[in-house]
């Protein structure tokens, strides 16, 4: 395939920042989208120019470190995957791909391609744990038996990445689908109940604080999010924040 | 300098429990006096931060990432040992440490794999405490599932996803410590030298990923957890920067190197596709619990299916053979990661591989789903001869046990693995070498430690599944919690150290040295060519299979490339920015140091075992060949300048609990 990349690029954080235009050839199907830039890089490299940079690590839809909005959508039109599961056969000979940062105010660019995410560690840093001595002085695992139902909704919700994808998808930035994921996971383990009210009020609060914007019940994050953390969680972190504003 | 483990007197069963009753403890208002660095945040830093953080000691975290929840432990897939015998299936602790002694080919220490064995039940009441989402059965317990190399089932797992959730327990533990200011973690922050004060470490070099500065840290003493060095090869499981630097930093400063030759090839990865790729993927080893492994009977089929003119499922049971199965029968499947690997190797090399390449066997899961789909059908009360509806039910069973595998796998190879068999080839997953240290997990530098799979203690030759992640949270939660406070004990009137030492200044400059003679070299080539040149002369010479003469050769052609590499590098940008370029600059002239450190421990084991397989030493029927009498030791290489001229040492391994013998899955 012979693509035509539109890619942002941007020295720095004070840097304005400009869409500049790449070509590149032989892109094969079974490529991923980052080796696809990889190779673009190499070639840019070579030439004597500087390589474009982004963030990635696991590369295989894990780490979370991959971002990328891709013809307008995060993670690129690939429905349920990061942007290094995506593959080049989801492309066409002759296509123009725009390749963007995830934009929001909370997520401030690094440089080019790569922003920083550090305010969803700051969200969890305000409660997005269970208060439990690491000593190893705790009940056997099996003392309390949890519903394989329960355990499996929780397990669902704790599967975000903290990719962003939501938010960067979101018209108003919200990063209501991550943090509602975490307050999920912990609701829906008797371990987590204990504290569960004073964790989903600094969550929130925290969240609020860092710049996110507010949820308007869109749904663009949902769809978005690349391992299908449900709307519902949503609906469980509002039910826990009535509930503790009342308390 | 002569090696002292520092195991423990008395009976193994008892070793660690009287140890602990003898430390040195720190009262907790000292405590908060002394500082620690933790360089990584996988499970075994992660693990640890928060622990030392939690007993009183001021944490300084560091990870290359940009945040501690990405490193590299949240890939792991398949799943965590311990020894709880909650399935009663005879399940103990003697049977883990039994199991993973032999399983490591009788090459690791065996006091730490009793200590490993005797913590691993409480690792998982700790993280059900944090709230890790581990699987459960229908009456509210945790599940078990079995992996390669033992007979009971004692591995807990989330999904295929163990990894990230228990990662993602040790990152809530931490920070809960850093909101309430007892670590201070430091992310996108790459640590590229140690410090050493009158001969103990007392600080790090580590540079701003973001700024380029570089930063001076100091402490009464450093842990590396910085994980395991695959990345070597180029094309490995590994997360794109997993990097040797730390660990060969410390090296170069007088830590010596275990074992560097012994890494795990995996034997269920999917094959490479072409030259642009920049990794492998591994397809977790829980799936050959029900997935069989298999090649065409005749070489006839093996072409017509290489060619595109036969499908996989067009041939008849009779047709197949069950290599695994036929071999090792009591086993099968299960059999442990170098057995399984090196038959998949031994079959391709015949010519019975299945993709374009002739590098691939099947994983099929056609007979699970149906046995699966009957099993349903039983208890559901429908017809058990419907095969729409057998196979329909046996596919959601599969679904739910793997199903973001098989979506992985579907999306990187295009083809859907619930009908056509998946396609598998072994490739470096993890390296047993690493960083000697003794019974405390401190290096051969007083106040240094390592664990984690950044050092070599618990593992031997041949890792088993599911007890890489057991190992990083043991050592991070519940031992070196223990043996670093007998050694920092001794320090509680030492007060700050200063960062104003002339050893921290000198190892300053020495690092900018570095990073600007990269930035000045101005070559024509590519940092990652040199990276897939070295990856390709490790696979091909210091691979699955070793001899001699490729070894000898490997080590002058890595010297070379490494020579030319320093001429001829081109790293653009510079050094005060973020520049993703100069990072990895660093991290490959590291690799070409090990590398040639790697065949040359390789070319002196002149034995096989476990993942370290020589050619010239294997039994008639193909199976490694170990040397008792001369090898069990572990090689520990000291640094002298060049690792060609490094110096071995040798820690003689002595079982008095396990009996050495032939290792046999048959
Ligand atoms: C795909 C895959 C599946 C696996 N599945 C399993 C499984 O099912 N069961 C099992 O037991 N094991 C499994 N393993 C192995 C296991 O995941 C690893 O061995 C283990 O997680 C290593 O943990 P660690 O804490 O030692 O290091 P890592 O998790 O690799 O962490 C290294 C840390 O060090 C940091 N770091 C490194 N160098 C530097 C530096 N110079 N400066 C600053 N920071 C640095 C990194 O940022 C990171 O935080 C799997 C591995 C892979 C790749
Ligand atoms: S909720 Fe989904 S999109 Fe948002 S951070 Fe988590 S995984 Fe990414
Ligand atoms: S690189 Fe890890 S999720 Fe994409």
Known sequence: MNLTLKIWRQKDARDKGRMVDYKISDVSGDMSFLEMLDVLNEDLNNKGEDPIAFDHDCREGICGMCS??????????????????????????????????????????IKDLVVDRSSFDRIQQAGGFISVNTSGNTIDANAIPIKKHDADRSFDAATCIGCGACVASCKNASAMLFVSAKVSQFALLPQGKVEATQRVLNMVNKMDEEGFGNCTNTGACEVECPKGISLENIARMNREYLFASVK | MALDSKIPEGPIASKWTDYKNH?????????????????????????????????????????????????????????????KNYQGDGDSTFRLFYDTVKGGDYRAREANVHRLAEVSANIIDQCVAQGVPLAREYGGLLDNRSFGGTLVSRTFYAKGQTGQQLLLGAYSAMNRQIGRGKIQMYNRHEMLDLVIVNGKARGIIARNLVTGELERHSAHAVVLGTGGYGNVFFLSTNAMGSNVTAAWKIHKKGAYFANPCYTQIHPTCIPVSGDHQSKLTLMSESLRNDGRIWVPKN??????????????????????????????????????????????????????????????????????????????????GLNTEDEALVKKLGTEVIENKYGNLFQMYEKIVDENPYVTPMMIYPAVHYTMG???????????????????????????????????????????????????????????????????????????????????????????????????????????????????????????????????????????????????????????????????????DALHRNESCGGHFREEYQTEEGEAQRDDENFAYVAAWEYRGKPSEAVLHKEPLVFDNVKLVQRSYK
């Open chain 2, 299 to 380: 070489l006839e089929d093996a072409k017509a299916i290489r060619e595109g003119r036969k499908k996989p499922t067009d041939l008849s049971e009779e047709e197949r053979d069950y290599y695994l199965e036929r071999r090792y029968p009591s086993f099968g499947n299960l059999v442990p990661r170098d057995v399984a690997s090196r038959a998949a190797k031994e079959r391709c090399d015949a010519g019975y591989g299945v993709n374009k390449t002739g590098e691939a066997v099947y994983l099929d899961f056609a007979s699970a789903i149906i046995r699966y789909g009957k099993e349903q059908a039983k208890i559901k």
């Open chain 2, 23 to 83: 430390i040195n403890l720190v009262n907790p208002a000292n405590k908060r006096n002394i500082d620690v660095i933790v360089v990584g945040t996988g499970l075994a830093g992660g693990s640890a931060a928060a622990t030392l953080a939690e007993l009183g000691y001021n944490v300084k975290a560091f990870c290359f990432q940009d945040s501690p929840r990405r490193a590299h432990s949240i890939a792991a897939q398949g799943g965590i040992n311990a020894a």
């Open chain 2, 434 to 600: 690493g960083i000697w240290v003794d019974y405390n997990l401190m290096t051969t530098i007083e106040g240094c430690y390592a664990i984690g799979e950044a050092n070599f203690s618990d593992h031997g030759a041949n890792r088993l599944g599911a007890s890489a992640l057991m190992q990083g949270l043991a050592d991070g939660y519940f031992v070196l919690p223990y043996t670093i406070g007998d050694y920092l004990a001794k320090d509680i009137r030492t007060g700050k150290i200063s960062t104003d030492l002339p050893e921290f200044e000198e190892a300053e400059n020495n690092v900018r040295a570095q990073l600007e003679r990269f930035i000045n070299n101005k070559g024509t080539h590519t940092v990652d060519h040199f990276h897939k040149r070295l990856g390709k002369i490790m696979w091909d010479k210091v691979g699955m299979a070793r001899n001699a003469q490729g070894l000898t050769e490997a080590i002058g052609e890595i010297a070379a490339l490494r020579e030319e590499f320093y001429r001829d590098v081109k790293v653009p940008g510079d050094m005060y920015s973020f520049n993703q370029e100069l990072e990895k600059a660093m991290r490959v002239a590291d690799f070409l140091e090990l590398g040639e450190l790697f065949a040359k």
């Open chain 1, 68 to 109: 990328l909005f891709i013809n307008g959508e995060a993670h690129g039109p690939d429905r349920g995957v990061t942007t290094c599961q995506l593959h080049m056969r989801k492309f066409k000979d002759g296509d123009t791909i725009y390749i963007e940062p995830f934009r929001a105010k909370a997520f401030p660019v």
